[in-house]
Antibody
Framework: EVQLVESGGGLVQPGRSLRLSCAAS????????MHWVRQAPGKGLEWVSG????????GYGDSVKGRFTISRDNAKNSLYLQMHSLRPEDTAFYYC?????????????WGQGTLVTVSS | EIVLTQSPGTLSLSPGERATLSCRAS???????FAWYQQKPGQAPRLLIF???TRATGIPDRFSGSGSGTDFTLTISRLEPEDFAVYYC?????????FGGGTKVEIK
């Protein structure tokens, strides 16, 4: 069974940094692209970032480009999101998401999410 | 960035009725790299359709996807009680990947 467990969320002041982690299990992690997708409470889905299976390609949504960095450690079956210069509009549940392909595509498994709240 | 516009915002229907959900892209989606998801309250989204028209594993055949280029449609042939939810479209033909704003299918 595929499991994706996010951690690292919490309350952070505007302008500060936060690092999210995702522990993956139940599948061959290094075969698949991985993503972060966020959802503000009561709002729609927003793709934040994705990374290919071997880290040779990554992409970012326009609203986070230059502030967030995605990375992965295939030896540890882990995905990360380093977030800098956080803004109140970054407040959302952040989901770790598994792709069905090796390069960014569509999503077949989602974690339960970790809440990031940016507020003073 | 490809902007996806879903319509209608809310669809009020009765069980057994047919639901037709639309998603229009601001530019052509290459190779029909297009997906649909269902999300129920308090749950993560579930993949329904990829490649514009291929049902994901375990998805009932009352769900069907169609379309190409800039216009895509998700059809639910006969609504079951468990189908009342929010539906999102997504394109993965170009970066950044983008989602539509969602269509809520509610019980009339």
């Amino acid at each position: 069974e595929v499991q994706l467990v996010e951690s690292g969320g919490g309350l952070v002041q505007p302008g500060r940094s936060l690092r999210l982690s995702c522990a993956a299990s139940g599948f061959r992690f290094d075969d698949y692209a991985m993503h972060w997708v966020r959802q503000a409470p009561g709002k729609g889905l927003e793709w934040v970032s994705g990374i290919s299976w071997n880290s040779d390609g990554e992409g970012y949504g326009d609203s986070v480009k230059g502030r967030f960095t995605i990375s992965r450690d295939n030896a540890k079956n882990s995905l990360y999101l380093q977030m800098h210069s956080l803004r109140p509009e970054d407040t959302a549940f952040y989901y770790c998401v598994k792709d069905m392909r090796g390069h960014p595509g569509y999503f077949d498994n989602w974690g339960q999410g970790t809440l990031v709240t940016v507020s003073s | 960035e490809i902007v996806l516009t879903q319509s209608p915002g809310t669809l009020s229907l009765s069980p057994g009725e047919r639901a037709t959900l639309s998603c229009r892209a601001s530019q052509s989606v290459s190779s029909n790299y297009f997906a649909w998801y269902q999300q129920k309250p308090g749950q993560a989204p579930r993949l329904l359709i990829f490649g514009a028209s291929t049902r994901a594993t375990g998805i009932p055949d009352r769900f069907s996807g169609s379309g190409s280029g800039t216009d895509f449609t998700l059809t639910i042939s006969r609504l079951e009680p468990e189908d009342f939810a929010v539906y999102y479209c997504q394109q993965y033909g170009s970066s950044p990947l983008t989602f539509g704003g969602g269509t809520k299918v509610e019980i009339k």
